[in-house]
């Protein structure tokens, strides 16, 4: 088991590369061990962005640690998923100390990419050193004018279009023209959207909207993008295939998967990954899910000819689908919606309007719940908590009594370090 220093105990990891191919000897200690361990509640926990795996175990973690006296009798066990994404170093996390970059930004300016970013980006976009270096010398010594920002919206997708496309939420979605409109504009929007966050966190720290402030959200957005897509691969192609192995190696084990932002995508495609007639998977549940609100959707509403990728993926769990949400998620609230429409809305509005402006049609999980899944319940977090969470189908909890710190710009994204929501997945497990 890894990690000797985590807070509970057994404890085991699975890392998965970009395709979902799993580590043979954890995957291995997994099967041989959970039986062998007593094991009757596994939680596998997956992470959303973050840099490294110090990151992701620093969060299982904190999560995970109250557990054990939530469910004193319960024989749980515990799994964290690694697998390559990233975040940017300026991004806070609520409660998580400080990285050097988040600290040099409030004392003094430094480059716009810290040395711990561009480690980060070189590892998310291999062989593309030389593009990412001319994106960082732009954002540190910004061209005047148009043609720089069209420039560095040409460079942009040059990663973009490096990627395997991988599975849409829904069938309506295709790359997000964020990516191929016009740089300058697009810049503009995030640069009034980023104004906009910063200005409700600080009101009397609002200023003029900084094009080049935009462009540093609109590579942000792009490694957002690539994060989304190879969560639903790893899910599919490398989860959801383990939780079989663990369902032959001890057929008595209930799994109960958790996920944060695009970890939530790659929980969910697990099912997709999952074989015929496992029904190990007794609960998910989502926190702050970065993927669209109508992936499981019977009929997407725009384009009734259309369902989600995940249509009817609930059934393949023994229990609920739990999706928790927060209007303080300003990652999922603003900048979601921007960066995945598909056409030319009026975009005249910034911040907490977005959403609204822009249509329901880009919202995301974590932004307000599964959508267009008939029978969806929708509880606040004290109800779901107090004996009212279904024990099956969608169940949309809003967690925004908890989940409600965090600066620009992703504002409450990040925030699910609570005793409240770790109650929320024994809940939903029905792990008493």
């Not at 395709?19 to 995957?27: A, K, L, N």
């Not at 059934?315 to 603003?334: K, Q």
């Given at each position: 088991?890894a990690?000797?220093?985590?807070?509970?105990?057994?404890?085991?990891?699975?890392t998965f590369?970009?395709?979902?191919?799993?580590?043979?000897?954890?995957r291995?200690?997994?099967?041989?061990?959970?039986?062998e361990q007593?094991?009757?509640?596994?939680?596998v926990f997956?992470h959303?962005?973050n840099?490294d795996r110090?990151?992701?175990?620093?969060l299982?973690?904190?999560?995970?640690?109250p557990?054990p006296?939530?469910a004193?009798?319960?024989?749980?066990g515990?799994v964290?998923?690694?697998w390559?994404s990233m975040?940017?170093?300026?991004e806070?996390i609520?409660?998580?100390?400080k990285?050097?970059?988040?600290?040099?930004?409030e004392?003094?300016?430094?480059?716009?990419?810290?040395?711990?970013?561009?480690?980060?980006?070189?590892?998310t976009?291999p062989?593309r050193?030389?593009?990412?270096?001319q994106?960082a010398?732009?954002?540190?010594?910004?061209?005047?004018?148009t043609?720089?920002l069209?420039?560095f919206?040409?460079?942009?997708?040059?990663l973009v279009?490096?990627?395997r496309?991988?599975?849409?939420d829904?069938?309506?979605?295709g790359?997000?023209?964020?990516f191929?409109?016009d740089p300058?504009?697009?810049?503009?929007?995030?640069?009034e959207a980023?104004?906009?966050?910063?200005?409700s966190?600080?009101?009397?720290g609002?200023?003029?909207?900084?094009?080049?402030?935009?462009?540093?959200?609109?590579?942000?957005?792009a490694?957002y993008?690539?994060?989304k897509?190879?969560?639903g691969?790893?899910?599919?192609?490398?989860?959801?295939?383990?939780?079989?192995?663990?369902?032959?190696?001890?057929?008595?084990?209930r799994?109960?998967?958790?996920?944060?932002?695009?970890g939530?995508?790659?929980v969910?495609?697990a099912?997709?990954?999952?074989?015929?007639?496992?029904r190990?998977?007794k609960?998910?549940?989502l926190?702050?899910?970065?993927?669209?609100?109508y992936?499981f959707?019977?009929?997407?509403?725009?384009a009734?000819?259309?369902?989600?990728a995940l249509k009817?993926?609930?059934?393949?769990?023994?229990?609920p689908?739990?999706c928790?949400?927060?209007?303080?998620?300003?990652?999922?609230?603003?900048?979601?919606p921007?960066?995945?429409?598909l056409?030319?809305?009026?975009?005249s509005c910034?911040?907490?309007?977005?959403?609204?402006?822009l249509?329901p049609?880009?919202?995301a999980?974590?932004?307000?719940?599964?959508?267009?899944v008939?029978?969806?319940?929708?509880?606040d977090?004290?109800?779901?908590?107090?004996?009212?969470l279904p024990s099956?189908?969608?169940?949309?909890?809003?967690?925004?009594s908890v989940?409600?710190?965090?600066?620009p710009?992703?504002?409450?994204?990040?925030?699910?370090?609570?005793?409240?929501?770790?109650?929320?997945?024994l809940?939903?497990?029905?792990?008493?």
């Amino acid at each position: 088991m890894a990690d000797p220093g985590m807070s509970v105990t057994p404890y085991w990891e699975l890392t998965f590369d970009a395709d979902g191919d799993v580590d043979p000897p954890e995957r291995d200690r997994l099967t041989a061990q959970v039986a062998e361990q007593g094991v009757r509640d596994l939680i596998v926990f997956s992470h959303g962005w973050n840099n490294d795996r110090s990151g992701a175990t620093a969060l299982y973690r904190r999560f995970f640690a109250p557990l054990p006296a939530l469910a004193p009798r319960a024989r749980l066990g515990y799994v964290g998923v690694i697998w390559p994404s990233m975040r940017f170093s300026d991004e806070p996390i609520p409660d998580f100390p400080k990285s050097p970059a988040a600290l040099a930004a409030e004392t003094a300016p430094g480059p716009a990419l810290d040395k711990d970013t561009r480690r980060a980006l070189l590892e998310t976009f291999p062989g593309r050193a030389p593009v990412l270096d001319q994106l960082a010398r732009m954002l540190d010594e910004p061209p005047g004018g148009t043609q720089g920002l069209t420039e560095f919206g040409r460079l942009v997708r040059l990663l973009v279009d490096g990627e395997r496309p991988g599975v849409a939420d829904t069938g309506e979605e295709g790359e997000p023209r964020v990516f191929t409109e016009d740089p300058a504009t697009v810049c503009g929007e995030f640069a009034e959207a980023l104004a906009a966050v910063r200005s409700s966190a600080a009101p009397e720290g609002f200023s003029i909207p900084n094009p080049w402030d935009g462009a540093k959200e609109l590579l942000r957005q792009a490694t957002y993008y690539t994060m989304k897509r190879r969560a639903g691969t790893v899910g599919e192609q490398g989860l959801g295939p383990v939780i079989g192995q663990v369902a032959q190696a001890a057929p008595g084990v209930r799994v109960h998967l958790a996920g944060h932002s695009f970890g939530g995508r790659l929980v969910s495609f697990a099912l997709r990954g999952l074989p015929d007639g496992v029904r190990t998977v007794k609960s998910v549940t989502l926190l702050q899910g970065a993927f669209s609100h109508y992936a499981f959707a019977d009929r997407v509403p725009q384009a009734p000819d259309k369902a989600g990728a995940l249509k009817d993926q609930q059934r393949r769990i023994d229990g609920p689908l739990v999706c928790c949400y927060s209007h303080f998620d300003a990652a999922l609230g603003t900048f979601y919606p921007l960066a995945s429409r598909l056409s030319g809305d009026d975009r005249s509005c910034a911040g907490s309007e977005i959403a609204a402006v822009l249509g329901p049609e880009w919202g995301a999980m974590g932004h307000d719940g599964v959508q267009a899944v008939p029978g969806t319940a929708r509880l606040d977090l004290a109800a779901a908590l107090g004996g009212g969470l279904p024990s099956a189908g969608c169940v949309n909890v809003d967690a925004a009594s908890v989940v409600c710190h965090g600066g620009p710009p992703s504002g409450a994204h990040s925030d699910i370090v609570h005793p409240e929501l770790a109650r929320l997945v024994l809940a939903a497990g029905r792990v008493t």
